[in-house]
């Protein structure tokens, strides 16, 4: 415990030294966000629960913590907000569609013995859990790179007031693909990083290639790499054409007052 209290303290000291106020507002969202999560997890286990409606809030609300709280309530991470629930609800639809056909709900037989005390029949649908737990595993890099993009567009756009909407949307894409390639790769040895013991446990087991490449444990991993990935390349185009279009709106509005 103590060398947790220590490993908090000196992420706290380096995001207030570094970024100030959004630093605080930071730390304090991650225990926001556990909470969130936390709740989420806490109405799943009810059978009467839906988790794809209560995915949607969880997202929802995690983002809102992540955009408004942190970087307050703005053009930029209003477009970016509207861009990250477009990209959910597109995604989440797809996610379902692949759970249901892959079949990768419920749990690997690497992890029978561990579970064979406990009863599986607990009135939870694991399809639409497996489709949560992937788009829950997302969310943070969705948001992430809306406001990465939308940030910079609107930095561009104050410099050059007079800039058209498509220059604008194809300098958003532009910024997207300079964002795309680092994040996939960011996710890619996350996923993967958390499952290095796994695969050591496969090498120990002597699966072959064939073996681990359908193992549920190892498909589920990799679809939801993939997935995310998906999902980051959707955000780039929504969230630059949305940008674009409230940037320029927001200008013609503002030149027909005058």
């Given at each position: ?12 000291i380096l995001m207030v030294l570094i ?173 993967f990083g958390g499952y290095m013991a ?61």
């Amino acid at each position: 415990m103590n060398v947790l209290v220590c490993l908090a303290a000196i992420l706290f000291i380096l995001m207030v030294l570094i970024g100030g106020k959004i630093g605080v507002r930071s730390f304090i969202s991650l225990f926001l966000n556990f909470g969130v999560l936390l709740l989420i997890i806490l109405f799943m286990a009810s059978p009467k629960a839906n988790p794809i409606i209560l995915t949607l809030i969880g997202c929802t609300v995690i983002s809102c913590i992540n955009l408004f709280y942190i970087n307050e309530v703005n053009s930029k991470t209003t477009t970016a907000f509207i861009s990250t629930i477009i990209t959910i609800v597109i995604l989440l639809a797809f996610i379902n569609i692949v759970t249901e056909n892959t079949m990768i709900q419920g749990f690997g037989e690497e992890e029978i013995d561990e579970l064979s005390m406990f009863s599986l029949y607990i009135g939870v649908d694991f399809v639409k859990i497996g489709a949560s737990v992937i788009i829950m595993s997302t969310i943070g890099a969705i948001t992430d790179v809306a406001i990465s993009i939308t940030s910079p567009m609107r930095e561009i756009f104050n410099h050059h007031p007079f800039i058209s909407r498509k220059e604008l949307f194809l300098l958003g894409l532009n910024i997207g693909r300079d964002i795309l390639g680092s994040m996939t790769n960011t996710l890619f040895f996350a996923f993967f990083g958390g499952y290095m013991a796994l695969l050591l446990w496969f090498k120990d087991l002597f699966y072959s290639v064939g073996q681990i490449a359908n193992s549920k444990v190892f498909s589920a991993e990799m679809i939801t790499i993939f997935c995310a990935g998906i999902g980051i390349a959707l955000i780039i185009p929504i969230a630059s054409w949305i940008n674009a279009y409230f940037l320029v709106r927001t200008r013609k509005n503002n030149e027909i007052l005058k």
